[in-house]
């Protein structure tokens, strides 16, 4: 009875030992965490794919050298429009050695000029011919908005008055010799005229 007594209590410690071993162990090392899976939707996300900035619309200065990218050819804007037309693009009525066209802004990019080019007699004669064209162009659009009956202080003029500058700098005059480049075309009269209407009459 002792000797089976005995066995059998040290088969109990054996089998006390080895659970409580098993237990540590099982402490220890922890519960295995189940793999997660999060399926990927194809097209959810695409390199590059963020919404683009635009680029701001083009708008060239009456007189100002550009080329009409299709169908490629040069030419001298003689006329803009005031407002955006669809897709919101301004367009030009552009003077080609082969007649007058209409084009949008996109479709137009400026004539760069030759850097460090001495002027010559040529170009003088040229610039000249510009002008004349700068001035006829702002004739007819003075003509225009006089049949549109824009009153006289009407924002289109002070605009079509900064046009006229940006245009004129880019051959070198400044504010201050307009009215001499006015006479000198034969378009004094015409430059006078857009002076008092960009101004507001007194009272308003």
Known sequence: ???????????RIAQLEHASHAERHKGA??????AEYYPMKMGTYKKGSAMKRQ??????????????????????VTQLDDEPAALGEYWHRIKTKHGERREPGCNLEL????????????????SRAKLIEYFRGLEKVLDEYRQ???????SAYQELYQQLGEGLATLGFGKDQFEEVASDCGHGSTLEQLEKLRKKPIGF
């Not at 090392?29 to 189940?34: C, I, N, T």
């Not at 004539?111 to 040229?126: A, H, L, N, V, Y």
């Not at 549109?148 to 009407?154: E, L, W």
């Open 1 to 11: 009875m002792e000797g089976t007594a005995m066995t059998t209590y040290r088969e």
């Open 29 to 34: 090392a922890g519960p295995r965490p189940k």
């Open 55 to 76: 680029p701001p619309k083009k708008r060239f200065a009456v007189g100002a050298e550009v080329r009409v990218i299709r169908p490629g050819v040069n030419g001298v």
């Open 111 to 126: 004539i760069p000029k030759p850097m460090g080019e001495p002027p010559t007699q040529t170009d003088i004669g040229i």
């Open 148 to 154: 549109q009956g824009k009153p006289a202080g009407d």
